[in-house]
């Protein structure tokens, strides 16, 4: 075993967290796959056998009192005063030859002082669909927390049904939300709430100068900037988190809590994916808007200790610019386009008008899309539609305005619209296959989302829009 210990939030103290070991998963744990790119990339040498100890919760790692974070949280746009770490412990911080630090983190690995009702266990069905997601949202280049490995026993947990028991190993360079910032603002704790803020820029903001008496309104425009790149990456693979509570806002701008996300099929803006939300808050359709009303939160947070709201106040705004430019350069890219003007705005918003009334597959249109007139041929049978016909037209009317080649804008296209989303129905048939002891259809879409960008010959039901009859999935929040 080869970790290079470097605690860091672990000796922020004990207002921040509660010292607490993994409880043992005992029937049958076994590790149903790790990430050995990953755990290269981040030189952490662990056998499988190494692996399933720490998994399970059976071995600790020497040197490191593990914890549990307090945080709370807006859920659903209501102020929870106290969540935390109900289902996740930190179980080391490891920095790499290079000096990057990472933290590792068991998600289901027991009940902790903040598991409130909950069992402190995740089941297999989630732990999958966490461990897929990390790695397929990485892989299109969004930013996210990431998965290492993830086991599975024959432990029993009580959710609707008798379920099995699962372990993901999350790493990320910090797994602090919005809701920590939130929760020492609202206990009171300004000593807290300034630690904390300046714990984050040390470590992960480092260009933030801490003697700036604004170095408070810097630290909120990189949060602003890191959370509205991060939100319009999702709007352009069409990829819906399902349930942006703020306590599921990381703080460094990743995507965090793999929970009802989904990666749309068919293009509806306003389909909701999580049954506990009847309000539709958490659509593609709001995800700008509840970036920026979870900011607000922080910004609220942040006023108890920072008396000039007005500044506060106006780095929220620049909110939207960072959120635009970030959005139209990713989808210039994806039509095709090496600038985007206001026309092309109208183009797009068009063909976006278009792709709802028609209920057109989002990844698989921009794809085809990227191939030009062979591609719009193949659309055109697909999706048979006069307004899409028209919009092919003006789509290549503006080609001809540009300098691109046709060769560099179809690199452009192929290298931002991915072949391989991670689909709800392919996903469901990795964890179908898994509750029976069956891995290898989960490890073959591990191996296909590793490259996104190209279709592999591994297995052609990827790269089509879901069949007819693939059932519309809704999912709860935590399971
Ligand atoms: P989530 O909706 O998954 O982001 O979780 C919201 C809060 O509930 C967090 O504090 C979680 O740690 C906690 N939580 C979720 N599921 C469980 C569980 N099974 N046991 C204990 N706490 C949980
Ligand atoms: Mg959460």
């Known amino acids: 075993m080869k970790i290079n210990l470097n605690p860091q939030f ?226 352009s693979i069409g990829f819906v988190h399902g349930v942006m509570n703020s306590d599921n806002m990381s703080i460094l701008g990743l995507t965090i809590d793999y929970g009802p996300f989904s990666f749309m099929d068919k293009f509806n803006p306003e389909q909701i994916f999580n049954h506990s939300d009847s309000e539709g808050r958490y659509t593609y359709a709001k995800q700008p808007y509840i970036g920026w009303w979870n900011l607000y939160r922080l910004a609220e947070a942040l006023s108890t200790i920072y008396a000039k709201t007005d500044n506060l106040e106006q780095v929220l705004s620049k909110y939207s610019d960072y959120y635009n430019q970030k959005y139209t350069t990713l989808m210039a890219a994806k039509l095709g386009l090496s600038e985007f003007s206001e026309d092309d705005g109208k183009l797009l918003d068009e063909l976006l008008q278009i792709m709802q009334q028609e209920q057109i597959d989002w990844a698989y249109f921009w794809r085809k899309l990227s191939y030009g007139i062979v591609g719009q041929q193949q659309l055109q049978l697909d999706y048979p539609s006069l307004a899409l016909s028209n919009w092919y037209r003006r789509l290549e009317n503006r080609y001809q305005q540009q300098a691109l080649t046709p060769e560099a804008r179809q690199k452009l296209m192929l290298s931002n619209n991915p072949a391989l989303i991670l689909r709800n129905h392919l996903l469901q048939d990795a964890i179908e296959h898994a509750k029976i002891g069956d891995y290898s259809e989960m490890s073959r879409l591990f191996d296909a989302l590793s490259d996104p960008y190209v279709e592999s010959d591994i297995c052609q039901k990827y790269y089509k829009p879901a069949p007819r009859d693939a059932a519309e999935i809704i999912l709860s929040c935590s399971s």
């Open 10 to 235: 672990a000796k922020l103290g004990e207002s921040f967290f509660s010292n607490i070991q993994a409880t043992p998963l005992l029937k049958n744990p076994h590790l149903i796959h790790e990430n050995s790119a990953l755990l290269n990339e981040l030189e952490l040498e662990l056998s499988s056998a190494e692996l399933t100890k720490i998994l399970s919760g059976v071995a600790a790692i020497d040197g490191y009192q593990a914890l549990a974070s307090v945080y709370m949280g807006h859920q659903f746009g209501v102020p929870v005063p106290r969540l935390g770490d109900g289902r996740a412990i930190l179980i080391a911080e490891h920095q790499t030859s290079n000096s990057e630090t990472w933290e590792l983190q068991l998600k289901g690995a027991g009940q902790t002082p903040y598991s409130r009702m909950g069992d402190g266990r995740a089941v297999l069905r989630s732990s999958i669909r966490e461990y897929l997601a990390s790695h397929a949202m990485s892989k299109l280049g969004v930013p996210t927390t990431l998965a290492a490995a993830i086991l599975h026993s024959h432990d029993q947990i009580i959710r609707e049904q008798i379920e099995t028991a699962a372990v993901v190993l999350r790493v990320a360079p910090s797994f602090i939300r919005f809701g920590h910032f939130e929760y020492f603002a609202r206990q009171k704790q300004p000593r807290q709430l300034e630690t904390l803020i300046q714990f984050v820029c040390n470590n992960y903001f480092p260009e933030i100068n801490l003697s700036d008496s604004d170095y408070v309104v810097l630290f909120l425009e990189e949060v602003v900037k890191r959370t509205a790149e991060m939100i319009a990456h999702w709007q």
